[in-house]
């Protein structure tokens, strides 16, 4: 059985969390999450977890982090929202197992373009954490928004591509309704990709 880290933080409800333990108990996601960290005491992903009897951490320091992770022996690390950077001995022990779910569109190289479904070109908004990226979509006038999950590098905001997610933008979108649609397409994505990891 594939063994999972989820890293959390306090900057938004656990959707991913949530939507990752619903697919291990539906059983079509081959998998077991054996550790919810989180970088805030804060954050509602620790309720989603004690609901589900999940061993949790807290991690207030990145230094903490490699050992909190070796205790546990995860397969996969999973980024779902998680603030503190990642240290470099984490990055190289857990090298191609860090999945990380970032609000833009990263392309396939450090110079290339992801196209939207119109053709258009997407927006990578590296750099930018999520309520940044999600409002700039809509002030740069984008026809999409979008999401792609990707293995975590030593590149700021850029990895190997695992997955992407469109979500057309509509005439009245608040950065509010436009991340509520996103949203549930990138609980879907990032249960999907897992699944692909996880169930071969």
Known sequence: MIRLAILISNSGTGTNLQAIID????????????????DKKDAYGLTRAGTHH???????????????????????VC???????????????????ILNIHPGLIPDTIQGIVKNP????????????TDTAIQNFLTAK???AG??????SNEFDFGPVLGRCFEKIQ????????????KKKENHMYVQ????LCNT
């Open 23 to 38: 697919a291990i108990e539906n059983k079509t996601l081959k998998a077991r999450i054996v550790t919810v960290i989180s």
């Open 54 to 76: 999940i061993p949790t951490a807290i991690c207030l320091a990145k230094e903490q982090l490699l050992p909190l992770l070796q205790a546990h022996k995860p397969d996969y």
């Open 79 to 97: 980024l779902t929202g998680w603030k503190l950077i990642i240290p470099n001995d984490v990055l190289t022990i857990y090298s191609q197992r």
């Open 118 to 129: 119109d053709g258009t070109e997407a927006l990578w908004n590296k750099g930018k954490f």
């Open 142 to 144: 984008a026809t999409y």
């Open 147 to 152: 999401s792609t999950v990707h293995f975590l």
């Open 171 to 182: 005439p009245n979108d608040t950065a509010e309704t436009l991340y509520a649609r996103l």
């Open 193 to 196: 990709t897992l699944k692909k």
